[in-house]
């Protein structure tokens, strides 16, 4: 099985919400941060918010105030409520986790496009 499995990616119009979750592995233990990152074509990887074991997130400017990063610990889940979703958040959304070991895992990545 994949390590990071994300789901809830697709079309969505302007204005409106979605919800991506990430489930990781029970294989994965001692996970301190799990963020989403996203890529738009011809675009670096940026950060889009991440959380902490202890629930303390940080998000990218772009997406404050829009997007509410959540956790499950006991799941080893993530998930990321979006909402007055823009054009502009169309991208390939990658879930990520890092250990207390410094171990780092990705998904496969789920495309959420929003255009009318």
């Known amino acids: 099985q994949a390590q990071l499995v994300e789901s809830g990616g697709g079309l969505v119009q302007p204005g409106g919400s979605l919800r991506l979750s990430c489930a990781a592995s029970?294989?994965?233990?001692?996970?301190?941060?799990m963020g989403w990152y996203r890529q738009a074509p011809g675009k670096q990887r940026e950060l889009v918010a991440t959380?902490?074991?202890?629930?303390?997130?940080n998000y990218a400017d772009s997406v404050k105030g829009r997007f509410t990063i959540s956790r499950d610990n006991a799941k080893n889940t993530v998930y990321l409520q979006m909402s007055s979703l823009g054009p502009e958040d169309t991208a390939v959304y990658y879930c990520?986790?890092?250990?207390?070991?410094?171990?780092?895992?990705w998904g496969q990545g789920t495309q959420v496009t929003v255009s009318s």
């Open positions: 990520h986790a890092a250990t207390y070991g410094s171990s780092h895992y």
């Open positions: 029970r294989t994965i233990t001692s996970i301190y941060i």
């Open positions: 959380i902490s074991r202890g629930a303390n997130t």
